[in-house]
């Protein structure tokens, strides 16, 4: 398989890098190729403006996904967009490794969305969804928490992690096309050696069966109705 | 009152724009006082590093809480980190401008969070949530989506909008302290000129009753046990 990590740490002796370490070496070994978008030691550019294209369709107004949709036709994409779409569309599987910042990804990797994951390419106004551009790839998302897990079950205070805090980032997963598996998820990583002894053996367990990762139950668009809304026989 | 505008949209002529106007002749002729972030034109660094910080607390490895801490303690952000604080705290009340890209905030909005929302100032280990930072303070999202409203239903394809999507942005928000109140949503408004107007209207009428829109309920930190779980007979 071909394996694409993107990983956004700004320090490189961070728990996420050796998560990240251990995945290149893991997945390697395995046989399998991989390509890192190292976001900070690239110095990624993580915000979404005019700059990214060659040439502009619309030089008097910026409609950022229009402009989008052109660069695709006409190939006006900056290098930098063009060289990780290039990536995306070599890869079977991705990887996305982060911390959790403010119940989110940091801003580096929610500008790699805004910024590669463009209209024309990844979806369209017909192709989105289980059709999305990205279809027949596989994404999962390795994060690291500020809180322990308890804090992010049903009840926690920070809210159900599954249900509430990665769920918009999944579901970009999934409407651009990728099959979003289940994420691994170290907690509170910092804090404990051992724990992070113990977190890097379940991470490489579960980079050696990368495909038997359960997705996550998305519905496909064919069980919502014209109304954008969930058929009754599927609720 | 004091209110903050943060806005995020790369180009003036936006209905964001329009919005962040309307906002700022509305609220002035009220007579409250106004101050406005426009993170495009100020050109925001959006990403987290070790440059947001004058001194390093520690140079080996970064720690980017930890720093914050300690820039809160020593007076070592950088100045447009310091400026954001310093309107942050000046105001009584915060809009949040942006359009709905990926299911979050534009990237440059979240490098905004990442970076102003600094451990030691918004929050520490014992002061969060209801206690946090901000406290006193309240906070409103007003976005644009580019899906129409049914899709942001409770069993629309998006995924609802309250319970969902905006959720772990106004989870940031009340964890700094802030009280989050209802979000002004205009729904696909590029598509529809008769819309804009009805959605700016309706947005006049907000912003005229400002101290009036409900705030989204939240459990403060007492209703919670020593385990993060919500006390049961709060459930």
């Not at 398989?1 to 997945?27: D, R």
């Not at 990214?52 to 996904?65: C, G, I, N």
């Not at 804090?191 to 890097?200: F, K, M, P, Q, T």
Request: aromatic share 14%.
């Amino acid at each position: 398989m071909n394996v694409l990590i993107i990983y956004a740490h700004p320090e490189p002796k961070s728990f996420n890098g050796a998560l990240k370490n251990l995945a290149v070496s893991e997945l390697t070994s395995l046989g399998h190729q991989v390509k890192v978008s190292d976001l900070y030691a690239m110095n990624f550019k993580a915000v979404a403006d005019s700059d990214d294209f060659l040439m502009r369709q619309d030089k008097d107004f910026l409609k950022y996904a229009r402009e989008q949709k052109n660069a695709v036709k006409t190939n006006n994409f900056t290098k930098d967009i063009q060289e990780e779409q290039e990536k995306l569309l070599w890869a079977d599987f991705v990887i996305f490794q982060f911390p959790l910042w403010w119940y989110s990804v940091p801003a580096i990797l929610k500008g790699w969305f805004d910024r590669v994951f463009a209209s024309g390419l990844v979806y369209t106004g017909e192709k989105c969804y289980d059709a999305g551009g990205l279809k027949g790839r596989k994404a999962m998302l390795s994060i690291t928490t500020g809180s322990p897990k308890q804090a992010y079950g049903p009840y926690g205070i920070d809210g159900d992690i599954h249900e509430k805090i990665l769920y918009p980032i999944n579901s970009g997963l999934y409407f651009a096309g990728l099959e979003p598996v289940e994420p691994f998820i170290a907690w509170t990583p910092s804090h404990d050696e051992a724990d992070r002894e113990r977190y890097l053996e379940e991470y490489k367990g579960r980079l050696q069966q990368l495909l038997d990762i359960p997705s996550i139950p998305y519905h496909p668009q064919s069980h919502y109705n014209e109304e954008y809304q969930l058929k009754m026989e599927y609720r």
